[in-house]
């Protein structure tokens, strides 16, 4: 089943207002008031709302109010047959303190009143510890009158005025061509970003959406606990671009009903989408989802077996350690092909005869000095498994009782909320870290990122949409069964190719770039999870083997990823375009980026995402702080100009280009602009001088 986004391009347009947004120009025949009859804000972001409850934000970031946007009606419902519902005569404003799980703070409560009969309340509450980060819900009450069909809901619709200059974007949703988080705006961009299946097994993500130029940016998300099937459109015109967030909710409305909408927030920032991230993942923390802190072993290098591929000999595998070992890489991963399929997960016999075969594998790759972690799939089940012939049951069913199919293994999906389903993925995960020896876990598949509603009546779900809403708590038994059997343990979540689900990043305790189509992809991946959570997260930028060149260790080291690889030796691997083995030529290279790394272990340094925008300074920039150091990495395919190091402390910090070892003279933070010259990259180290002296 393919779940459709909720509106198409059309759609859109009527819900941002129509000929507004399309044009800049105010719709013919309507009505408009412009002056301000109720404020709302804090220090950092004010809302105006005027006579009719049209609403516009104006941020004080740069040192004075600014309107970012227009009034425009923010809060609607479109009844069935498209109608929507606008415009709310004002009546009441008021505000109290309050205090809770975010700290103290002041609520708003803004009401109007439609011709139609129904009242609309915005609540805003603004706090102390998130400046610029208003939570909000609306509600909507039948006041008297016949019913009314509502078909869907729209608030925090908000376009940011254009400045000439151009916009960027961040999408936690997810798509199966894999496309870029991060994404250029110009005129005629559109993108839903459906946050429930936009393929058979490609969806979920995370439920914010965030447009901005260079002077600001603004952002609306929700901040439910558990995931919601709403949609999150960007689109752009020549009046701006526009967030906002919908969600399809049929419900009749009699005389004193109320529609209540998910708790939401919108948001106001500068430079890119990382203090919107950065918040949402503080504030969700202070709601009980935080990812753990990661272990010794996340931060450790990676090589993988897939060089390999599926037909690897444990021959093959095992005459690669003592390379693996010597070049300072920490871990070796069994990849996909140990098993006879996925669902039954029982032991291929052309290379593992037995349970005791796995587990003296295990030992050999302890006795290699290396650390093992075993490949995994969960929720998928091939056709001709013994499991799908003897457990129909498990399976995940669409309305019309159709399987959801897993693309990349031909596989079904299982449902996470189906208590079967978790009782056996549990025993599983037991036998491999209890039983079987592995330190580790690779849990691999863009299917685990998200599932459809469950029908199947088997599983008695109280609504189809349990299954979506407790895919969370599938990981969660997952990740704390592997910890239980070793505390230490690494749990790698890769949802090939999607944009994460955060509701499932509290259960992971390193993440991949996850099949990264650039070194783009590397660094705005890395960036992104970073911010979600939390700025010393093992992030790992994947298979150097997959960014730009095959060889790119700088796009991971300069931002402070886990380096990884799957190169083969002394033999070529196998696979699609397979061009793996370890050259004298490349054994070089990657002997110096490997102990880079281990000399400098940046991704246990604080990356500060805040001071560097990621789409539009030039060149691109990252910063890491490190035992009272910095660190910079810059990147562009060519470069000859000055560059900017900002976040520096007072005093004098001496330079050095620590790829090349090259002495960069000093700075201070009043003179931290320096001239550059480089192709692809430039690594800087910047240690405050002794004395504060150059």
Same mark, same amino acid.
């Given at each position: 089943?393919?779940?459709? /986004?909720?509106?198409?391009?059309?759609? $859109?347009? +009527?819900?941002?207002?129509?000929?507004?947004?399309?044009?800049?120009?105010?719709?013919?025949?309507?009505?408009?008031?412009?002056?301000?009859?109720?404020?709302?804000?804090?220090?950092?972001?004010?809302?105006?709302?005027?006579?009719?409850?049209?609403?516009?934000?104006?941020?004080?970031?740069?040192?004075?109010?600014?309107?970012?946007?227009?009034?425009?009606?923010? %809060?609607?419902?479109?009844?069935?047959?498209?109608?929507?519902?606008?415009?709310?005569?004002?009546?009441?404003?008021?505000?109290?303190?309050?205090?809770?799980?975010?700290?103290?703070?002041?609520?708003?409560?803004?009401?109007?009143?439609?011709?139609?009969?129904?009242?609309?309340?915005?609540?805003?509450?603004?706090?102390?510890?998130?400046?610029?980060?208003?939570? !909000?819900?609306?509600?909507?009450?039948?006041?008297?009158?016949?019913?009314?069909?509502?078909?869907?809901?729209?608030?925090?619709?908000?376009? $940011?005025?254009?400045?000439?200059?151009?916009?960027?974007?961040?999408?936690?949703?997810?798509?199966?061509?894999?496309?870029?988080?991060?994404?250029?705006?110009?005129?005629? *961009?559109?993108?839903?970003?459906?946050?429930?299946?936009?393929?058979?097994?490609?969806?979920?993500?995370?439920?914010?959406?965030?447009?901005?130029?260079?002077?600001?940016?603004?952002?609306?998300?929700?901040? %439910?606990?558990? /995931?919601?099937?709403?949609?999150?459109?960007?689109?752009?015109?020549?009046?701006?671009?526009?967030?906002?967030? %919908?969600?399809?909710?049929?419900?009749?409305?009699?005389?004193?009903?109320?529609?209540?909408?998910?708790?939401?927030?919108?948001?106001?920032?500068?430079?890119?989408?990382?203090?919107?991230?950065?918040?949402?993942?503080?504030?969700?923390?202070?709601?009980?989802?935080?990812?753990?802190? +990661?272990?010794?072993?996340?931060?450790?290098?990676?090589?993988?077996?897939?060089?390999?591929?599926?037909?690897?000999?444990?021959?093959?595998?095992?005459?690669?350690?003592?390379?693996?070992?010597?070049?300072?890489?920490?871990?070796?991963?069994?990849?996909?092909?140990?098993?006879?399929?996925?669902?039954?997960?029982?032991?291929?016999?052309?290379?593992?005869?037995?349970?005791?075969?796995?587990?003296?594998?295990?030992?050999?790759?302890?006795?290699?000095?290396?650390?093992?972690?075993?490949?995994?799939?969960?929720?998928?089940?091939? /056709?001709?498994?013994? @499991?799908?012939?003897?457990?129909?049951?498990?399976?995940?069913?669409?309305?019309?009782?159709?399987?959801?199919?897993?693309?990349?293994?031909?596989?079904?999906? @299982?449902?996470?909320?189906?208590?079967?389903?978790?009782?056996?993925?549990?025993? $599983?995960?037991?036998?491999?870290?209890?039983?079987?020896?592995?330190?580790?876990?690779?849990?691999?598949?863009?299917? !685990?990122?998200?599932?459809?509603?469950?029908?199947?009546?088997?599983?008695?779900?109280?609504?189809?949409?349990?299954?979506? %809403?407790?895919?969370?708590? *599938?990981?969660?038994?997952?990740?704390?069964?592997?910890?239980?059997?070793?505390?230490?343990?690494?749990?790698?979540?890769?949802?090939?190719?999607?944009?994460?689900?955060?509701?499932?990043?509290?259960?992971?305790?390193?993440?991949?770039?996850?099949?990264?189509?650039?070194?783009?992809?590397?660094?705005?991946?890395?960036?992104? $999870?970073?911010?979600?959570?939390?700025?010393?997260?093992?992030?790992?930028?994947?298979?150097?083997?997959?960014?730009?060149?095959?060889?790119?260790?700088?796009?991971?080291?300069?931002?402070?990823?886990?380096?990884?690889?799957?190169?083969?030796?002394?033999?070529?691997?196998?696979?699609?375009?397979?061009?793996?083995?370890?050259?004298?030529?490349?054994?070089?290279?990657?002997?110096?980026?490997?102990?880079?790394?281990?000399?400098? !272990?940046?991704?246990?340094?604080?990356?500060?995402?805040?001071?560097?925008?990621?789409?539009?300074?030039?060149?691109?920039?990252?910063?890491?702080?490190?035992?009272?150091?910095?660190?910079?990495?810059?990147?562009?395919?060519?470069?000859?100009?000055?560059?900017?190091?900002?976040?520096?402390?007072?005093?004098?910090?001496?330079?050095?280009?620590?790829?090349?070892?090259?002495?960069?003279?000093?700075?201070?933070?009043?003179?931290?602009?320096? /001239?550059?010259?480089?192709?692809?990259?430039?690594?800087?180290?910047?240690?405050?001088?002794?004395?504060?002296?150059?």
């Amino acid at each position: 089943m393919i779940t459709k /986004p909720l509106v198409n391009r059309r759609g $859109l347009l +009527a819900l941002f207002g129509g000929t507004v947004l399309a044009t800049g120009a105010l719709g013919a025949g309507r009505t408009w008031a412009a002056a301000a009859v109720a404020r709302a804000g804090d220090s950092v972001l004010t809302l105006e709302f005027d006579a009719a409850l049209n609403s516009r934000l104006i941020s004080s970031l740069a040192g004075q109010a600014a309107p970012l946007t227009d009034f425009a009606p923010s %809060e609607t419902v479109t009844l069935k047959g498209g109608r929507v519902i606008d415009r709310f005569l004002f009546a009441e404003h008021r505000q109290a303190p309050v205090s809770d799980i975010h700290g103290p703070g002041v609520r708003h409560l803004v009401r109007g009143v439609s011709a139609e009969g129904l009242e609309k309340t915005v609540s805003l509450t603004f706090y102390a510890r998130y400046p610029g980060f208003p939570l !909000m819900t609306v509600s909507w009450r039948r006041t008297g009158g016949g019913p009314l069909d509502v078909e869907r809901y729209r608030i925090g619709a908000h376009t $940011l005025k254009s400045s000439g200059a151009g916009f960027w974007s961040w999408s936690g949703s997810t798509h199966p061509d894999r496309r870029d988080w991060v994404q250029p705006v110009k005129e005629g *961009f559109e993108q839903a970003n459906f946050m429930g299946m936009n393929a058979s097994d490609y969806g979920s993500g995370t439920p914010v959406a965030d447009v901005w130029r260079p002077d600001a940016g603004l952002a609306v998300g929700h901040v %439910e606990r558990t /995931p919601k099937l709403v949609s999150l459109p960007i689109i752009a015109s020549s009046a701006g671009a526009s967030v906002a967030l %919908e969600e399809a909710r049929a419900v009749t409305l009699k005389s004193g009903d109320t529609l209540v909408s998910l708790e939401t927030f919108v948001a106001v920032h500068q430079r890119d989408y990382y203090a919107t991230l950065d918040a949402y993942r503080r504030l969700m923390a202070d709601r009980g989802l935080a990812a753990p802190k +990661a272990p010794e072993g996340a931060y450790e290098p990676i090589w993988c077996a897939w060089g390999y591929d599926r037909d690897f000999t444990v021959a093959e595998v095992e005459g690669t350690y003592g390379k693996v070992k010597e070049l300072g890489f920490k871990w070796a991963v069994l990849d996909d092909g140990w098993q006879t399929n996925e669902g039954d997960w029982a032991l291929d016999p052309r290379k593992f005869r037995s349970e005791a075969d796995m587990v003296a594998f295990v030992r050999t790759i302890r006795a290699a000095g290396l650390k093992p972690k075993l490949w995994l799939a969960p929720l998928a089940v091939d /056709p001709g498994s013994d @499991l799908l012939h003897d457990h129909t049951d498990m399976l995940l069913l669409d309305a019309d009782g159709a399987v959801q199919n897993v693309t990349w293994w031909n596989a079904f999906y @299982l449902c996470p909320a189906y208590p079967p389903t978790r009782d056996y993925t549990q025993k $599983l995960v037991r036998k491999i870290i209890g039983e079987w020896g592995y330190e580790g876990l690779k849990l691999d598949g863009q299917h !685990m990122n998200g599932v459809a509603p469950c029908h199947n009546p088997a599983h008695n779900h109280a609504r189809p949409e349990e299954s979506v %809403e407790r895919l969370q708590d *599938f990981w969660k038994l997952v990740y704390d069964t592997a910890r239980e059997a070793n505390p230490e343990a690494v749990v790698e979540f890769c949802p090939c190719g999607t944009s994460y689900a955060f509701h499932n990043l509290p259960y992971t305790n390193q993440v991949p770039a996850s099949d990264p189509l650039s070194s783009w992809q590397v660094r705005l991946k890395g960036k992104s $999870l970073k911010a979600l959570m939390g700025r010393d997260a093992a992030y790992a930028g994947d298979h150097v083997e997959l960014s730009d060149g095959g060889d790119d260790f700088a796009s991971s080291v300069g931002i402070g990823a886990v380096i990884s690889t799957k190169f083969t030796w002394p033999n070529e691997g196998r696979g699609k375009d397979a061009n793996f083995r370890l050259t004298p030529e490349r054994e070089a290279v990657w002997r110096k980026w490997a102990d880079l790394y281990s000399a400098k !272990m940046l991704p246990k340094g604080q990356y500060r995402g805040e001071l560097y925008d990621i789409g539009f300074d030039r060149p691109e920039a990252h910063a890491i702080e490190k035992d009272g150091q910095l660190y910079y990495a810059f990147y562009a395919p060519r470069w000859d100009g000055p560059v900017e190091l900002r976040g520096l402390g007072e005093g004098v910090y001496r330079l050095t280009d620590y790829y090349n070892g090259r002495d960069l003279g000093s700075v201070t933070a009043k003179t931290a602009r320096i /001239p550059a010259k480089f192709e692809k990259f430039l690594l800087i180290e910047a240690v405050p001088a002794k004395g504060g002296r150059a």
